[in-house]
């Protein structure tokens, strides 16, 4: 099946063409075997649009993904993939900002028009094209199933680590799955954009910290770990940005190198922390990881090196940076497990959408 997947949610647009493979088995106890194929994943970045301000202007967001859609879309269609035959559209409705999810879900039907050519307008003969209202934070949580060859054993645990999200989920196959824990307040990419500004940094703030703390000294300043050993699995990363905050005004001759790689020390502790207790108590076999914070190469180190020196038949996932950071070929993932399910999202934007 070939997917056609649309992302609009924040300040990256994105269009992908995906091949899928797999089904659901009898008493849909998950998926066997799905597979994918990413034939194309086109991403605009908007970046440079939004850095004067530190952070995403939502209408300035919008107006960028109705100039870039269609510019994608081009390029798209200039490729030697095929789009003609595609057998499903995934479009993301949320959560994210709403004037931006609707500029993805009203490009659907020019899409469609294109998609089923002269016949469009005819009742008769016109090729029916589903369809897909796809949750990003499904297509984060599915994003590790892009990586070729991939099997996760199950059950699992899985950390969705994003600019808006910090969620800890358990995971019984590949479609139930419940929440553990989450943020009780900013994310954890918030939480690196706005210590990137308390230093002086551009936005987005998370690779710019991760850059900087190669050469700073990880333990130099105890930041606080928020939550770190409370019993639950949510988490607070405001009151460590507050601490980072009073640390600086406190401080004069600091050294910013090791202020942002004791910041990733403190952030990093409590995101590995957690996942470890609740892998070794759901007795996990697989741990994933995703999102935009995913991409960070200390925290795989990190992860990848205690995963293996505490939970040795533990697998660890974690996609390409790519497909960590929003891009619409995990839309297509999501939306290819969703259609399987018979679940679909009503084409209606919601900034708010939880996963369930
Ligand atoms: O998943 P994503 O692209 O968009 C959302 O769904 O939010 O995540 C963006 C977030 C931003 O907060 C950004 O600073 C953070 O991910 N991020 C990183 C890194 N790359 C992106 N955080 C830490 N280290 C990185 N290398
Ligand atoms: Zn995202």
Redesign the pocket.
């Known amino acids: 099946m070939k997917i056609l997947a649309i992302e609009t949610s924040?300040d990256?647009t994105a269009i992908a063409l995906v091949e899928a493979k797999g089904r659901l088995p009898a008493g849909r106890q998950g998926l066997n075997n799905p597979h994918f194929k990413i034939l194309k994943n086109l991403v605009a970045s908007q970046i440079k649009i939004h850095r004067p301000f530190g952070g995403v202007v939502p209408n300035l967001a919008k107006r960028e993904h109705l100039k870039n859609l269609p510019i994608l879309f081009k390029k798209l269609q200039t490729t030697r993939y095929k789009i003609q035959d595609t057998n499903l559209i995934a479009v993301t409705v949320g959560p994210g900002l709403e004037p931006c999810l609707w500029v993805g879900i009203n490009f659907v039907p020019t899409l469609l028009k294109i998609l089923r050519g002269r016949d469009a307008d005819r009742s008769v003969g016109a090729k029916k094209i589903p369809v897909i209202g796809a949750s990003?934070l499904e297509g984060?949580l599915y994003s590790n199933l892009l990586s070729p060859k991939i099997s996760i054993a199950f059950p699992a645990v899985a950390l969705i680590i994003?600019?808006?999200?910090t969620i800890l989920l358990l995971m019984r196959d590949l479609t139930h799955y419940k929440k553990l824990g989450e943020t009780r307040d900013d994310a954890v990419?918030?939480c690196?954009?706005k210590v990137a500004r308390l230093l002086g940094l551009p936005y987005?703030?998370?690779?710019e910290?991760?850059r900087l703390a190669k050469y700073g000294n990880p333990i130099a300043i105890n930041f606080p770990r928020p939550m770190i050993n409370q019993k639950n699995y949510d988490f607070s990363f405001s009151g460590l940005k507050t601490a980072l905050f009073y640390y600086l005004r406190d401080n004069k001759n600091v050294k910013i190198k090791d202020v942002a790689a004791s910041f990733q020390t403190a952030a990093f502790d409590t995101l590995i922390s957690k996942t470890l207790r609740a892998a070794k108590e759901y007795k996990a076999k697989s741990i994933l990881i995703s999102?935009?914070?995913a991409?960070?190469k200390t925290l795989q180190r990190q992860f990848k090196s205690i995963v293996k020196s505490q939970l040795s038949n533990v697998n660890f996932f974690v996609p390409p940076k790519k497909l960590?950071?929003?891009n619409a070929a995990m839309i297509a993932a999501a939306g290819y497990i969703n259609h399987l399910r018979n679940k679909n999202h009503r084409l209606r934007a919601r900034g708010n959408l939880t996963l369930k």
């Open positions: 924040c990256e990003h984060h994003s600019g808006g999200h990419g918030e690196f954009d987005p703030g998370g690779p910290i991760e999102g935009g914070v991409a960070n960590c950071t929003d």
